[in-house]
């Protein structure tokens, strides 16, 4: 794919180990005075903390944060960097750990129409207890969105950011310059349990 830059943001790939499995979920936020190399190393201490206090508590002990890595958009030479302080951080869920392809979908909506205008994490480190016949509990779900809604809202997760949905395609075809568009709400369309066979064992060493 052709490099599509998108000026201003920040691609943070929050990258785990499910026990040997390299998994990983990915964030964008956009900058509103421009994106330094120190902005982007706050922005990843901030989802360490993030992952920590809100997400860590109810994932499998199996699952850990290894590193957050942080992408420059704004051209195809513009920096990375690389956090892990503090890194590795393992869930604090004791529980029996599901199969790894098994996970929830949660909604990420902006004021825009479409595709486009919409993201979306697979959430990652689900246990037997979490599940219910085949719907994931409340007490998976509600810490969950509490922990995404908290990086909605422009500096309100970090200084000078706003968390957004990045769009880099219209109709198939790349864009000139990405979409970026402030996220406004999130959700579980519904709490069934959503199959990743990219996240079967073996699949992604």
């Not at 302080?85 to 098994?102: H, Q, Y």
């Amino acid at each position: 794919m052709a490099f599509v830059p998108a000026p201003q943001t920040i691609q943070a790939e929050m990258r785990f180990l499910w026990s040997t499995q390299r998994v990983e979920n990915v964030l964008y936020f956009q900058g509103s005075g421009g994106v330094t190399t120190t902005l982007m190393q706050t922005l990843g201490n901030n989802l360490i903390g993030w992952w920590n206090t809100n997400r860590k508590p109810t994932a499998s002990t199996q699952l850990q944060l290894v590193e957050v890595y942080l992408t420059d958009l704004t051209t195809e030479t513009s920096p990375t960097v690389s956090v892990v302080t503090g890194l590795p951080s393992a869930g604090a869920n004791a529980a029996e750990s599901m199969p790894f392809n098994v996970s929830l979908c949660m909604s990420f909506r902006t004021n825009g129409r479409g595709r486009a205008s919409r993201g979306r994490n697979y959430l990652l480190g689900l246990t037997e207890g979490d599940t219910v016949g085949n719907t994931v509990a409340s007490t998976f779900t509600s810490p969950a969105l509490t922990a995404y809604n908290a990086l909605i809202g422009a500096g309100t997760f970090t200084p000078g950011l706003q968390w957004c949905v990045v769009s880099r395609q219209f109709h198939g075809v790349d864009r000139a310059t990405a979409l970026v568009q402030p996220i406004t709400s999130v959700l579980f369309v519904d709490t069934v349990v959503d199959s990743q066979r990219r996240r079967l064992p073996g699949r992604g060493k």
